[in-house]
Structures are given as structure tokens and as C-alpha cells.
């Protein structure tokens, strides 16, 4: 299997190289082979149970994904950034909430006070 796994490995690497020639590209190739497919390719995926052959306890861990890996962090990068300006958003407005419940109690405290000022005042008046 260790020699099949190698072969599998070596033929996606060449057939990559061979359509790109620079070196750069060459090496970002050799890192974003996708290791996991190539040993799901040859043990020919999980079976009925969902075990992966050879992994055993592994094989729950073992992530059988469809997609095709990302060569790229920038795409994930630019999410980051994206979540960061949202959370610094979501931030102010909740400041602001704050803000303005804070203000509204203020508000209602003084209502409160003046209406009890005014209570006292009538009563004192009505009972001259």
C-alpha cells in the first residue's frame, strides 16, 4: 500500500509539474497536495460504517471531504477581516445602546424625582 500511496503521489506531482514549469509554482504544488485524498483514493474511501481502512479509532477523526483543498490563506484572510470589521461594528452599536439605555434611566430617575417633588407639593397643599 506505502508503494501505491508513493506512485498515486508522484503522478499527481509530475502531472502538475508538467503544466507548470516555474519552480515557485513547483513547490507550492508539492505543498498542496492533498495527502488524505491520495490514501482515501487508495483504500478506496470509508466504508458502509464509515471506517476508513487502517485508521480504526483514527477513522472518526478522519475528515472525508468532497471539496477541493484551498491553495490559498488569502480567501480566509479577507474573512478574518471581514468578521473583525463586523465584531468592531456590532462593538459601537452596542456602546451606543448602552449609551442611550443609560440615558433613558437618567431620564426616568428624574421623571421619578419630579413627580415625587410634585406629590409632596400637593399634598403640603392640601393640607394647609
Same mark, same amino acid.
Not at 14 to 39: F, G, R
Not at 80 to 86: F, G, K, L, Q
Given at each position: %500500500?506505502?508503494?501505491?500511496?508513493?506512485?498515486?503521489? #508522484?503522478?499527481?506531482? =509530475?502531472?502538475?509539474?508538467?503544466?507548470?514549469?516555474?519552480?515557485?509554482?513547483?513547490?507550492? $504544488? +508539492?505543498?498542496?497536495?492533498?495527502?488524505?485524498?491520495?490514501?482515501?483514493?487508495?483504500?478506496?474511501?470509508?466504508?458502509?460504517?464509515?471506517?476508513?481502512?487502517?485508521?480504526? /479509532?483514527?477513522?472518526?477523526?478522519?475528515?472525508?471531504?468532497?471539496?477541493?483543498?484551498? /491553495?490559498?490563506? +488569502?480567501? %480566509?484572510?479577507?474573512? $478574518?477581516?471581514?468578521?473583525?470589521? /463586523?465584531?468592531?461594528?456590532? #462593538?459601537?452599536?452596542?456602546?451606543?445602546? +448602552? #449609551?442611550?439605555?443609560?440615558?433613558?434611566?437618567?431620564?426616568?430617575?428624574?421623571?421619578?424625582? #419630579?413627580?415625587?417633588?410634585?406629590?409632596?407639593?400637593?399634598? =403640603?397643599?392640601? =393640607?394647609?
Amino acid at each position: %500500500m506505502k508503494e501505491k500511496y508513493q506512485h498515486c503521489r #508522484n503522478e499527481i506531482l =509530475q502531472h502538475s509539474t508538467d503544466e507548470d514549469t516555474s519552480t515557485q509554482d513547483s513547490l507550492n $504544488i +508539492a505543498t498542496s497536495v492533498n495527502d488524505n485524498e491520495i490514501y482515501l483514493n487508495i483504500v478506496g474511501g470509508p466504508n458502509y460504517k464509515g471506517n476508513v481502512y487502517r485508521l480504526r /479509532t483514527l477513522s472518526k477523526m478522519f475528515s472525508c471531504s468532497k471539496s477541493v483543498p484551498s /491553495t490559498s490563506i +488569502a480567501p %480566509m484572510e479577507d474573512q $478574518i477581516e471581514e468578521m473583525r470589521e /463586523t465584531i468592531n461594528k456590532l #462593538n459601537v452599536e452596542l456602546l451606543e445602546k +448602552a #449609551n442611550k439605555e443609560k440615558t433613558l434611566e437618567e431620564k426616568m430617575l428624574q421623571l421619578m424625582e #419630579n413627580h415625587d417633588h410634585q406629590s409632596q407639593e400637593m399634598r =403640603q397643599q392640601m =393640607q394647609e
